[in-house]
């Protein structure tokens, strides 16, 4: 099941990384599991709140989580470092990336099932409350259960691909092995201080040294990103601390 499942989102992105105006936008997906009764997931209640959903509210049977990173290639990671507004190439990479995940989502669920087991997706990329600034599913923090990554300054996962990329999660009632968490942090500066440069990366002042993070000027930011790169399609972005970071595509000394 692990094997077949991971080779059919590799040749997914392989795919789309063959249409045309995509050539070269990912690199190679990495992958992490955690069972779906971690209770670890019960604790995100605590730090997210209790809206937040237990993987068997959305899938009573799920017996595991599948947790997968796509990276965005070096080509668009690089192209974003620096200046105050988004790249284009980023904000294009991110609408690009958004369809591509769906479309994997989509084509798991039948592939699995042909296999007699059940998949489900968690949520949406937009299944959060802009007013409220609250979500009902963190792929996020899932996928960190998982050990797919540990966080960063940023607030962003970094995974050993990365940060420069988007996080899928799905569920499933087939059994998978979990996969160890890291035993330690990839972010340079919560590892001996000597990173921290995604601070004063973002444009508008919404991180901080002590792990303070402003998600209002955030959103506003993003929302900027979004007009002005209306032509393109509704991008709200930034990535201003993803990019031209030692994180951006891989995991600091590993």
Known sequence: MKEKLEFFIREFVNCYNEKPGMEDTWGEP?????????????????????????????????RTLIAYFVPLSERIASSNAGGRMASAEWARAYLQTVDLIKSIEKGLVHHVALEGWTVAKTADHRSWDPDTMKCDWSHRHAAYIAGLGTFGMNRALITG?????????ILTDAYIEPTPRPDVDYCLYKRDGSCGLCIPACPVSALDGSGNYDNRKCLEFTEENAEFHKKIGYADVCGKCMSGMPCSTCAPGF
């Open 161 to 169: 691909k990365g940060v420069c990329g988007r996080i899928g999660t």
């Open 30 to 62: 990495v992958f992490a599991y955690a069972s779906a009764r971690d209770p670890k997931f019960a604790e995100l209640k605590d730090i997210i709140g209790n809206h937040h959903k237990l993987p068997l509210d959305i899938l009573p049977d799920a």
